[in-house]
T-cell receptor, first 111, second 114 residues
């Protein structure tokens, strides 16, 4: 089945850019998502990209998709302390659009 | 609309007891999903409904688990004869379905089995 991998941890200084990476195995994935989870909370949808796109920009967020390498990244510009959270990459499978998640990347923003 | 609502937020139960969780999706969202999240992991798909029809169940959903969505609006997830391994966060999500692929999550129900 589909496997989604993420690095576990990223630490950046406030004001720097953060880049969170994700790889997946199933090339038939249709939509790819980034969710944010703060402690004790549910998941907040940040952005998503359709598999026929290379890039999507939404304010401070830029998503890059390399379909050949099955690699997805999320860049957060001007990272703030409020961006500290766990970020999950997820891919949608088949017509059910059920999501397969990675294990999450914990982003720590240092003042 | 206040988003996806889940109740209760927390549940502590003794091993062997039955528990039931409720999810109220965003109004007029015809797709509803249940996921389970254990500590340090991403959510894992359990099951999903399109309107009142349960269209897919994961292998993770043992026969002690049952989910319903009787009128195509709210859904319940019941776990019978709970085990310590059932301790997790249970997340509900809804989407408008069809070509709308954005799924919105509730705050989750944290289950602790003692």
């Amino acid at each position: 089945g589909e496997d989604v991998e993420q690095s576990l941890f990223l630490s950046v200084r406030e004001g720097d850019s953060s880049v969170i990476n994700c790889t997946y195995t199933d090339s038939s994935s249709t939509y790819l998502y980034w969710y944010k989870q703060e402690p004790g909370a549910g998941l907040q949808l940040l952005t998503y990209i359709f598999s026929n796109m290379d890039m999507k920009q939404d304010q401070r967020l830029t998503v890059l998709l390399n379909k050949k390498d099955k690699h997805l990244s999320l860049r957060i510009a001007d990272t703030q302390t409020g961006d500290s959270a766990i970020y999950f990459c997820a891919v949608a499978m088949d017509s059910s659009y059920k999501l397969i998640f990675g294990s999450g990347t914990r982003l720590l923003v240092r003042p | 609309d206040t988003g996806v609502s889940q109740n209760p937020r927390h549940k502590i139960t003794k091993r062997g007891q039955n528990v039931t969780f409720r999810c109220d999706p965003i109004s007029e969202h015809n797709r509803l999903y249940w996921y389970r999240q254990t500590l340090g992991q991403g959510p894992e798909f359990l099951t999903y409904f399109q309107n009142e029809a349960q269209l897919e169940k994961s292998r993770l959903l043992s026969d002690r688990f049952s989910a319903e969505r009787p009128k195509g609006s709210f859904s319940t997830l019941e776990i019978q004869r709970t085990e310590q391994g059932d301790s997790a966060m249970y997340l509900c999500a809804s989407s408008a379905g069809s070509m709308n692929t954005e799924a919105f999550f509730g705050q989750g129900t944290r289950l602790t089995v003692v």
